[in-house]
C-alpha cells in the first residue's frame, strides 16, 4: 500500500522535474546584473564543461528518485526511528559528499526536515543544529529555521533575502567572478564589432566590465572570495548565516567575522592548537598557514573548473606538494624529498608517504566522524593526541596502536620538534 502511494508520487514528481528541465527554469529578476551559467557557456564551453564536473555544480539540486539521473542517496523505505519524513515531503536536496540533507517548502521558504543521510555509512541520522550561533535566535521547530537567512546564500548564486530568489540553486560562474550581464553585453559588442570588420583586442572590451579575474587579485581579495562560503562566522548584523551584500572584489570583513580563535583553547570551530574541529573552515585554519601568508592562493591548490582529481585538485596531492617542495625548492634541500622516507619514516609507496595524511590530518567532523581534512597544514602530533584528544596523524592510520605507541615512535624521528 504505502509502495504504491510512494511509486504514485515519484511518477508525479518524475513528471514534475522534467517540465522544470524543459521548460520553466528559475531565473534572476531582471536587473539583478547576474545572467547564469548558461550564458557563460556559449563563450566559455571549456571552463563551463570543467565546472560541470565539479561538487560546486550539484550543491541544491530537485530531487530524482528512480532512473539514470537519481540524486536521491538516502533510503526512504528504511525502519530507522532517525527517519521521520515521508518522500513527499522532500522538495529539494542539498549535498552528495559526506552527507545529504532535505527541505520542504513552506510558503515563500525552505526549511531543513529532521534527518540526514551519512553517505559514508548509508545510514540517517537526526539533524538538529545545536552549536551553530544562530541557534538560540529560532524556535527548536525545525519548520521553524528559514533556509533563506540559515543557508542559501553560501549554497546558491546571486541569492536575494528580499525576493528569496537566486539566479541559480549552485555555486556558479557568477559566485566567483561577480555578476556577469554587463561582461556579456560588452563581448557581444566586440563580437558585434568584429562582424563589421573591425579587428578588437578582447582585454580593451574586458577591461571596462566588473567581471572580475580572480586571478588578477592580491592574495586577500582573491581567497576572500572562496571565504564567502568556506570561512565560518557570522554576518555583522547578527542575523544570517552568510555574508549577504558580498560580491567577489569586495572587502568580506565589512559584511563578515571570522570565528575567534582563542589561544589554547577548544571551540565549536577549532581544536585548542588552531586545527580544524568540524567541516567548513578551511578558511579559518588557512589562515594560520604560512603558505596563506606567502601568497598561496586557494585556487594555486584547487581547480574551480574541473575535477580531474578529488577535491578538485589540480594534480593528486604528492604531485601537488611537490611541485613546490620538491628537491631544488628551499624546503626540498631541507628535508630531501628525492628520498621520501627521509622525512616520511615510511616507503616511498606506502600511504604513510602521503604529505596530506601527515599534513592535513582529518580532525574536522562532517557527517558523522572526522572527515573533514585540516588546513592549518600543521603536523598534528600525538603528544597532542595526550594533552588535548585531538585526533594526530599516526593513530588515524595505525587505529590498532596505543597513542604512546605513536608518541615513542615519532620522538626518535630526525625533523620532530615538539
Ligand atoms: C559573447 C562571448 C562571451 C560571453 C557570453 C562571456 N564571455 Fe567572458 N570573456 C569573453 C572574451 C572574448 C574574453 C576575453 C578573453 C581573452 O582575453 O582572451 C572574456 C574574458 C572573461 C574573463 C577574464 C577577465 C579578465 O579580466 O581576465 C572572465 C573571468 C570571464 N570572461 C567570465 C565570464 C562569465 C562568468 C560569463 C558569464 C556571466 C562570461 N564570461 C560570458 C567572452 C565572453
Ligand atoms: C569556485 C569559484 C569559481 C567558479 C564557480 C568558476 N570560476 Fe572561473 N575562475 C575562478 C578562479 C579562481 C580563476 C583564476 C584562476 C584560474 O584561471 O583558474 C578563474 C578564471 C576564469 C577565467 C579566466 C582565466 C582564463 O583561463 O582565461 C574565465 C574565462 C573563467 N574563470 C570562466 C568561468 C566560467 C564560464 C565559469 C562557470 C561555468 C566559472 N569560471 C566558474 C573561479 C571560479
Ligand atoms: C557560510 C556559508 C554556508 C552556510 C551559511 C551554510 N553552508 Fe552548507 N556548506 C558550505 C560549504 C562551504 C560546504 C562545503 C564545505 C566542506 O565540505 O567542508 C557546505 C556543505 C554542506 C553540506 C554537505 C555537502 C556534501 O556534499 O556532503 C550540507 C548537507 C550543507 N552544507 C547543508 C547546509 C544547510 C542545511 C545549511 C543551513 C542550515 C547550510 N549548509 C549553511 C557553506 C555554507
Ligand atoms: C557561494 C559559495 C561558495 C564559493 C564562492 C566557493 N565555494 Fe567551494 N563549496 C561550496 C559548497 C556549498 C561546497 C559543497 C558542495 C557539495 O558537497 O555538494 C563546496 C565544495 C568545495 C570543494 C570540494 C568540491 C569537490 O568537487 O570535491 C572544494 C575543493 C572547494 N569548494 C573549494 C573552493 C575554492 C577554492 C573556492 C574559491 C575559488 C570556492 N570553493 C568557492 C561553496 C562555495
Ligand atoms: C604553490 C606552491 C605550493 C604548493 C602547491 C604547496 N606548498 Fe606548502 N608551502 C609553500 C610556501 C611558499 C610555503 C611557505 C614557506 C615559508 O614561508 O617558509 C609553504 C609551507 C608549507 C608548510 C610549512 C607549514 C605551514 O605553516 O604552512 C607545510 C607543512 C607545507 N607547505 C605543506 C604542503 C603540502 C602538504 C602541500 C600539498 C598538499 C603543499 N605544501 C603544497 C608553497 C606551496
Ligand atoms: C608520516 C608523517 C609525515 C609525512 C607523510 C610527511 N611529513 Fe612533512 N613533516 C612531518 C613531521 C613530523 C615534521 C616536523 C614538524 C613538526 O614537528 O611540527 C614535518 C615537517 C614538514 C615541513 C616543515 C614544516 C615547518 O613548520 O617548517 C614541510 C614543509 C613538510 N613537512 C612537507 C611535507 C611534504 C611536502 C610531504 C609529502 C612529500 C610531507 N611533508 C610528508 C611528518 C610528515
Ligand atoms: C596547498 C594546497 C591547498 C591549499 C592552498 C588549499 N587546499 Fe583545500 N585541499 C587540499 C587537499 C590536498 C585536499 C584533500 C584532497 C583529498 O580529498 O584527498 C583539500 C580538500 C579541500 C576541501 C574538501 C573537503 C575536505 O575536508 O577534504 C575543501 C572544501 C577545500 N579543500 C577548500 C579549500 C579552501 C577554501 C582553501 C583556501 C582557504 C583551500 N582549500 C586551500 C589542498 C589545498
Ligand atoms: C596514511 C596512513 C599512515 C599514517 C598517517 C602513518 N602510517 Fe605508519 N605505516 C603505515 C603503513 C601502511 C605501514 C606499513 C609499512 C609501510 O608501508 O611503510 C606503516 C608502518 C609504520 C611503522 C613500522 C611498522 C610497525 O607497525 O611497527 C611504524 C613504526 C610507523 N608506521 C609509525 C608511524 C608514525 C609514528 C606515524 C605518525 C607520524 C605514522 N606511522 C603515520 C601507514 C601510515
Redesign the pocket.
Known amino acids: 500500500m504505502r509502495k504504491g502511494i510512494i511509486a504514485a508520487v515519484m511518477i508525479f514528481r518524475m513528471l514534475l522535474v522534467s517540465a522544470i528541465i524543459s521548460g520553466k527554469v528559475e531565473s534572476a529578476s531582471p536587473d539583478s546584473g547576474y545572467a547564469g551559467s548558461q550564458e557563460c557557456k556559449r563563450c566559455h564551453e571549456e571552463k563551463y564543461a570543467g565546472w560541470k564536473?565539479?561538487?560546486?555544480s550539484?550543491?541544491e539540486q530537485e530531487p530524482v528518485w528512480e532512473g539514470s539521473d537519481k540524486n536521491v542517496l538516502g533510503d526512504f523505505n528504511s525502519k530507522d526511528p532517525a527517519l521521520t519524513f515521508k518522500p513527499e515531503d522532500v522538495d529539494m536536496l542539498?549535498?552528495?559528499?559526506?552527507k545529504q540533507r532535505y527541505a520542504k517548502k513552506i510558503g515563500d521558504d525552505y526549511y531543513m526536515l529532521p534527518a540526514e543521510w551519512v553517505v559514508s555509512k548509508k545510514k540517517w541520522q537526526s539533524y538538529v543544529p545545536k552549536k551553530d550561533w544562530w541557534v538560540s535566535q529560532y524556535p527548536a521547530d525545525w519548520d521553524k529555521k528559514p533556509a533563506s537567512r540559515l543557508c542559501e546564500?553560501?549554497?546558491?548564486?546571486g541569492y536575494d533575502l528580499e525576493t528569496k530568489k537566486s539566479s541559480e540553486k549552485n555555486?556558479a560562474c557568477e559566485?566567483?567572478h561577480g555578476p556577469g550581464k554587463e561582461h556579456i553585453e560588452a563581448m557581444n559588442k566586440m563580437e558585434g564589432d568584429k562582424k563589421s570588420g573591425m579587428m578588437p583586442k578582447p582585454s580593451e572590451y574586458v577591461k571596462d566590465t566588473k567581471i572580475i579575474n580572480?586571478a588578477n587579485l592580491e592574495r586577500e581579495r582573491?581567497?576572500d572570495?572562496?571565504?564567502?562560503?568556506?570561512l565560518s562566522g557570522k554576518s555583522l548584523d547578527n542575523k544570517t548565516a552568510?555574508p549577504v551584500g558580498y560580491k567577489?572584489g569586495d572587502v568580506l570583513s565589512k559584511y563578515w567575522i571570522d570565528d575567534p580563535y582563542e589561544n589554547g583553547k577548544e571551540t565549536y570551530t577549532f581544536w585548542h592548537n588552531g586545527t580544524a574541529h568540524k567541516n567548513?573552515v578551511?578558511g579559518n585554519t588557512y589562515k594560520f598557514s604560512k603558505m596563506n601568508k606567502q601568497g598561496v592562493?586557494?585556487?594555486a591548490?584547487?581547480n574551480?573548473h574541473g575535477?580531474a582529481y578529488?577535491?578538485?585538485?589540480y594534480k593528486s596531492p604528492n604531485n601537488l606538494c611537490l611541485t613546490c617542495h620538491g628537491s631544488g625548492s628551499v624546503f626540498g634541500e631541507k628535508y630531501s624529498f628525492d628520498k621520501i622516507e627521509e622525512h616520511t619514516h615510511h616507503k616511498p609507496a606506502s600511504s604513510g608517504s602521503d604529505c596530506i595524511e601527515c599534513h592535513m590530518v582529518k580532525t574536522g567532523k562532517h557527517a558523522v566522524d572526522r572527515e573533514s581534512r585540516d588546513h592549518t597544514f600543521k603536523f598534528v602530533s600525538p603528544t597532542e593526541t595526550k594533552k588535548y584528544g585531538v585526533p594526530n596523524a599516526c593513530n588515524n592510520c595505525h587505529t590498532d596502536k596505543s597513542v604512546e605507541w605513536a608518541v615513542e615512535h615519532v620522538t626518535g624521528w630526525q625533523y620532530f620538534n615538539k
Do not use: D, E, V
Request: glycine share 4%; hydrophobic share 35%.
Open positions: 564536473t565539479t561538487m560546486h550539484k550543491m542539498i549535498g552528495s559528499r559526506f546564500g553560501c549554497h546558491q548564486t555555486i559566485a566567483c580572480p582573491a581567497n572570495i572562496c571565504f564567502q562560503c568556506h552568510w567577489p567548513r578551511q592562493k586557494c585556487f591548490c584547487h574551480p575535477a578529488k577535491s578538485i585538485l
